[in-house]
């Protein structure tokens, strides 16, 4: 894989714009010429492996995760910073957006990886497990995006990159609530996308098939199907890397599941038995 293109594609802001939109949140330290990429979910799995994708090509990391022993594993041989925030808590967001760009004084990049998962039957789920999971995977990802954007729009540059997942294009059985986050958040890229359109500012959607991390040993259930086989966390944070550096609006990793989406779109019948057979 290359990286010829990157910097063509993605210039930092040329003005200091974006500092003077975060000077309300403090003391800002002053510009570089790196690119700074604000990396949620980095203390494992995709978050980590993107994160260590972005260090090798020279960007500025800030980190954020909840367990600190765990960002210094990923921040290990690099010049990041540590972020540790729980964005579960009351103004997590706010927060470690403030202290982002009181560090950098500019977010250039928001890798928004933080998640969780939850496999059973939902008449089973309790409640609090449904909120946790909406309030995570998809409250507290717009909140954040929220509290970035406005320096990025005061730049006139910038990307922010929503982790998804297959199971929000196509509906996964037992996996109703994670679904329906996944959903809402590939709803939510597409509809930001069209208001920022002119500001210099993307929206990137990444759409992961199964991914071999700890998330299927941290939600429960480990994962039992043969078809689709999980791809590892690096090819992820590659597809991130080149989706940014293109950079493109949807990348599905593997390519080929845009199918069943499509099947889905254009004959949902067929689609359903399809996956009462197949699952």
Do not use: I, Q
């Given at each position: 894989?290359?990286?010829?293109?990157?910097?063509?594609?993605?210039?930092?802001?040329?003005?200091?714009?974006?500092?003077?939109?975060?000077?309300a949140v403090g003391q800002i330290p002053p510009r570089t010429d790196r690119r700074v990429a604000l990396v949620t979910g980095a203390s494992s799995g995709i978050g980590a492996a993107t994160a260590r994708r972005f260090a090798a090509g020279g960007w500025r990391l800030l980190l954020s995760?909840?367990?600190?022993?765990?960002?210094?594993?990923?921040?290990?041989?690099?010049?990041a910073v540590l972020l540790p925030a729980d964005l579960a808590a009351p103004d997590g967001a706010k927060m470690l957006a403030e202290a982002a760009l009181r560090e950098a004084g500019r977010i250039d990049l928001l890798v928004a990886g933080a998640g969780i998962g939850w496999a059973g039957p939902f008449l089973t789920m309790p409640h609090t497990d449904i909120d946790r999971v909406l309030f995570l995977d998809l409250?507290?990802?717009?909140?954040?995006?929220?509290?970035?954007?406005?320096?990025m729009v005061a730049a006139g540059s910038g990307r922010v990159v929503l982790v998804g997942s297959v199971a929000g294009a196509v509906g996964v059985r037992e996996e109703a609530v994670y679904s329906a986050a996944k959903a809402g958040l590939a709803a939510f890229a597409e509809a930001l996308r069209q208001e920022l359109r002119g500001t210099g500012v993307g929206v990137t959607l990444v759409v992961p098939g199964p991914v071999e991390t700890g998330f299927f040993a941290r939600r429960g259930r480990p994962y039992h199907?043969?078809?689709?086989r999980p791809i590892s966390a690096g090819r992820v944070a590659a597809a991130v890397w080149d989706a940014v550096s293109e950079p493109r609006d949807d990348t599905y990793i593997p390519s080929w599941l845009t199918l069943p989406s499509r099947v889905r779109a254009l004959t949902p019948r067929l689609y359903r038995r399809l996956l009462d057979r197949f699952g």
């Open positions: 894989m290359t990286t010829t293109g990157s910097d063509s594609t993605y210039d930092p802001p040329a003005d200091p714009a974006a500092s003077a939109a975060a000077a995760g909840r367990d600190r022993r765990r960002l210094e594993e990923t921040a290990s041989g690099t010049s409250n507290a990802t717009l909140h954040l995006v929220r509290e970035v954007l406005p320096a199907r043969s078809h689709p």
